[in-house]
């Protein structure tokens, strides 16, 4: 079974940026970032973009794409924070996206597995916010229904919605007209909110207007996000053999995704919080779930990481009241391919100074109502990590790490990640998240350390995988 995702993107390259002044630049080369890009430059703007690494390297590759309004019990939750209206307001986002997708597909004739498909939501109890869901959908206009009659699992209740997508995300992308600039390997180090410098391995970039999509924010200045925002890891399966009949989702949280793909069919699930799971396996429970109900045999195995909100609904607007001409695009809670197009199209109208619908509803100011608590503990558990990262005491020596795993252990009297690879070597890398200095942790599944504060990802090199860090950890190989 190959550790790769089996969306691929295109084989094109770019150069990486030097220092200059730019107009409007958009940092993140993922699906948010490219669009945000392919909007504003149909507008008729001066467009930069700068990725990281590769385009769509990151989560827009490791995505299920699902294109959907049917995304479990969000709205019955979003009726008993705010109401019917903001509710209604959210559906309809996600519709209009799920439209634009299917209009964008056939304007530029993009081949790219584009398929209509139901979409099942499904509990093994009697779900009370399955059925106000329903409810609430229906009231909406849309062609949906229960049912408790559902292939595959043994549900109790079932909410059915017809006319749904699925499609290939980076075959789509790819295909759409690039009339903006595009810079790869071109990370963004340290931006300043206030100058509108950015700092990146090739020198400082000027710009009027800068997007931040970055996946999670990487301003730690402002905005406040670290409190706003937590990361969550999933897994995912792609075997060959029977194709699912249509698309499928556990409504609970750590449940079972799937969806069919070419001749076989993706499966998905065994969500934790970045950084805070001890367990191993996940990827053998997803093979062998597959192969009770299709068949076939796992061909690809991924993971991915999801930025998630406290009220479900994406962050989109400026950075904050402060930064002026800052943008920030983010908190997708799983549901990236609707929330980055309606998101990209905020941004856009926010520049250049047109009303949009959906601007006060992603504001990223907003107030999240019925979240105190949960707002406040994910403070504290993020400053507690911090505090034990810095003053746990551990007596684990390097030798009993086994091969394969990693552990924060003591080496020549400092605490440093190791991890023992199959020839027996050790990799040593720093304790600390560069980012605000939360302990790693070894996540055995993804095979890399993990921040279980923010959510960012390091190999066993050290070197930087995901955000918000935007630094990597110092490192050196060693045998001992």
């Known amino acids: 079974m190959e550790n790769k995702s089996v969306w691929r993107g295109s084989a094109v390259r770019y150069p990486s940026i030097e220092a200059g002044d730019r107009e409007t630049v958009v940092i993140g080369g993922g699906i948010a970032g ?8 149909e507008a008729g703007q001066k467009v930069t973009l700068i990725e990281a690494d590769r385009l769509f390297s990151g989560t827009t590759s490791l995505t299920t794409a699902k294109i959907t309004y049917n995304q479990g019990s969000v709205y019955a939750d979003l009726f008993m924070r705010y109401g019917r209206g903001v509710a209604e307001l959210y559906y309809k986002s996600q519709t209009e996206a799920m439209e634009k997708y299917s209009e964008l597909v056939e304007k530029y004739g993009i ?23 329903c409810e609430l959908l229906q009231s909406f206009g849309a062609k949906c229904g229960l049912c408790n009659n559902v292939d595959y699992f043994n549900a109790a209740v079932a909410l059915k919605a017809e006319g749904q997508y699925v499609f290939d995300p980076l075959k789509f992308l790819s295909a759409l007209p690039v009339e903006f ?14 100058t509108k410098l950015i700092k990146t391995d090739g020198g400082f970039i000027k710009a009027e207007k800068i997007i931040i999509a970055t996946h999670y924010p990487i301003i730690n200045s402002r905005g406040g996000y670290y ?16 194709r699912a009949n249509a698309a499928y989702l556990d409504e609970k949280e750590d449940g079972i995704s799937i969806r069919p793909y070419r001749d076989g069919t993706i499966l998905g699930g065994g969500d934790h919080r970045t950084g805070r799971s001890k367990e191993c396996g996940r990827f053998k429970k997803l093979e062998k779930t ?20 406290f009220d479900g609904m994406p962050m989109a607007g400026r950075y904050s009241k402060t930064a002026q001409d800052v943008y920030v695009v983010t908190g997708f809670n799983k549901w990236g391919m609707t929330n ?3 998101c990209a199209q905020v941004i856009r109208d926010l520049i250049l100074g047109k009303e949009n619908p959906y601007a006060n509803l992603f504001s ?40 394969g795993s990693g552990k924060v252990v003591f ?30 942790k070894w996540n055995g599944d993804a095979e890399r350390w993990e921040c279980p504060c923010h959510g960012s990802q390091f190999d066993i090199h050290g070197n930087l995988l995901s955000g918000p860090s935007t630094k990597c950890c110092k490192y050196k190989n060693a045998h001992l």
């Open 340 to 342: 980055a197009l309606v």
């Open 111 to 133: 081949d790219c597995d584009f398929e209509e498909t139901d979409g099942f939501i499904f509990s093994r109890n009697d779900s009370r916010a399955l059925k106000k869901t």
């Open 227 to 242: 409190f706003k925002l937590r990361q969550s890891t999933s897994y995912t399966v792609a075997v060959n053999g029977k």
């Open 34 to 41: 490219f669009l945000c890009a392919y909007f504003l430059a």
């Open 181 to 194: 600039e595009i810079f790869e390997n071109s990370r963004a180090i340290d931006v300043d909110p206030k």
């Open 290 to 309: 597959a192969k009770e109900l299709f068949g076939g045999e796992a061909l690809n195995c991924w993971h991915a990481e999801d930025v998630m909100t």
């Open 364 to 403: 990223p100011q907003r107030k999240i109502k019925g979240a105190a608590g949960e707002i406040v503990s994910n403070a504290f558990t993020n400053l507690k990590e911090i505090f034990l990262g810095y003053f746990r005491i551990t007596f684990k020596s390097a030798r009993k790490i086994k091969s």
């Open 411 to 440: 080496v020549n009297g400092k605490k440093r990640a190791v991890y023992r690879d199959g020839k027996n070597n050790l990799h040593i890398i720093g304790s600390m998240c560069p980012h605000m200095h939360g302990e790693l």
